[in-house]
């Protein structure tokens, strides 16, 4: 075990919690700049200021807020469950600190004379802990949701735990083709496997598929349909106020700076520094890396508030329908694409490279194939839809079948009124549709 994983392990008690205490200020240095930026660049997006009044450009903007959030009045509802409903943000604000325990920041340095690795510890699964946190804070929404004793934090919480189930998976899936080329499930094993070439750009897919569903695993536009406003008010933090409403908002930023930091290590070659910066000799020594890593997590971030500020909400049936039907399958796919790169290079010596090209223009023709059905099927049933709107909408018989019947909702009816008949008069008068109003005037029309 020490010669696979070095000094893990090997550390002095007080150099862990260095180490813990360290990762811990800058998770909270790290949300308290994402909030402020994230508010900065939408701000310019729509041509506005933004936060600019409280320090320098603004930046103790989120400061301010945190210290707010945390002064104000709570509101605790009557029906709630008190125990869970205290628990709930705990959970989600503790998985996501713990969930960074296992990333690499940079290599090893030497830290008041000690050498150790910039990363608190490591062992074979890391990549599976991280998931397994994940699941964990995803329990906590879940939790406020059915403790809130209130009807849209209920169905946030129901839509998230649906949210993870399909999501989790394509992201976990998205990992298999790491693991492969790898050989491992380290997460520092998985940064030294990427010193000649970046996974990003051999095993695209598997990118691709991650990135899109670390946005619906963070509940982040335009995925964040369990905090869907004009829906369910907040989702499943509706009922929280001051501090616990506080956790919630600082476990959302610090999960969108674990995702990327988990995307950065398995894709972008963690710590080690991008070309042309790389040609530097001391580029990946020292705490240089370290600036590297944080630039890399911050693209992520910038991803995260691009697409809060340009894509609209998805609806709940195409954010499932797009899970499951799109994002899993492709990852099946594109697993055992992999996987017989792996065998074929190594029983007939063939370069997987070009096994890899091919497999990946296949599963973009079977991508696209997919979508022009999809796009053939979905307009069918808008031709069905405006056929059922016309045959709807053609004059209604309100004595077929021998007996009167109310016309539904889009129906339209002649009807003669009685004064009309006493009269003579064979016209009918103007058409009623089939609602609520349109029954009352032939009511009052019938009494007259």
Do not use: C
Not at 203 to 211: A, G, R, T
Not at 265 to 270: A, E, S, V
């Amino acid at each position: 075990m020490t010669e696979t994983y070095g000094l893990f392990g090997q550390d002095p008690w007080w150099i862990v919690v260095i180490k813990a205490v360290g990762i811990f200020v800058l998770l909270v240095l790290l949300t308290l700049f994402t909030i402020w930026w994230e508010r900065r660049v939408v701000a310019r997006m729509q041509n506005r200021v933004g936060p600019n009044r409280v320090g320098p450009f603004g930046l103790l903007q989120s400061l301010m807020d945190g210290i707010k959030l945390a002064l104000k009045e709570e509101i605790i509802p009557r029906t709630a469950h008190r125990a869970v409903y205290w628990l709930a943000p705990v959970i989600s604000a503790t998985m996501a600190f713990i969930a960074f325990a296992v990333i690499p920041f940079g290599p090893t340095v030497s830290m008041f004379g000690v050498e150790t690795p910039l990363q608190l510890t490591d062992f074979p699964v890391s990549v599976l802990y991280v998931l397994a946190i994940a699941s964990i804070g995803i329990y906590g929404i879940v939790l406020a949701g059915w403790s809130s004793g209130s009807t849209y934090p209920l169905l946030g919480g129901l839509r998230s735990s649906a949210q993870m189930i399909s999501y989790e998976l394509a992201m976990s899936m998205s990992f298999v083709a790491v693991f492969l080329y790898a050989g491992t499930m380290s997460t520092s094993g998985i940064v030294a496997a990427q010193e000649p070439i970046w996974y990003a750009v051999i095993l695209l897919p598997s990118f691709l598929i991650y990135v899109t569903s670390m946005v619906g695993e963070t509940n982040r536009a335009p995925f964040d349909l369990p905090e869907a406003e004009g829906e369910l008010v907040g989702g499943f933090h509706t009922e929280y106020s001051s501090l616990k409403f506080a956790l919630f908002f600082l476990a959302e930023y610090i999960n969108m700076v674990t995702v990327s930091a988990l995307a950065t290590t398995l894709f972008l070659g963690g710590w080690r520094a991008p070309w042309p910066i790389s040609i530097w000799e001391g580029a990946n020594t020292g705490w240089w890396p370290m600036l590297w890593f944080l630039v890399k997590v911050q693209l992520f971030i910038f991803v995260f508030i691009w697409l809060r500020g340009t894509l609209p909400r998805l609806r709940y049936d195409q954010f499932m329908r797009f899970g499951w039907k799109v994002l899993i399958p492709v990852s099946l796919v594109w697993i055992v694409v992999v996987a017989t790169a792996r065998v074929v290079r190594n029983e007939f010596s063939v370069a997987t490279e070009d096994i890899l090209m091919w497999g990946a223009g296949l599963l973009v023709v079977v991508v696209i194939a997919s979508w022009v059905l999809a796009l053939r099927a979905s307009k069918r049933e808008r031709e069905a839809e405006r056929a059922a709107a016309r045959e709807a909408a053609a004059p209604f018989d309100a004595m077929t079948g021998g007996y009167p019947v109310p016309p539904l909702p889009g129906q339209q009816f002649t009807y003669t009124t009685r004064s009309a008949q006493r009269a003579g008069v064979g016209a009918a008068s103007a058409p009623i549709l089939g609602t609520q109003s349109g029954t009352g005037s032939q009511e009052e029309s019938d009494d007259a």
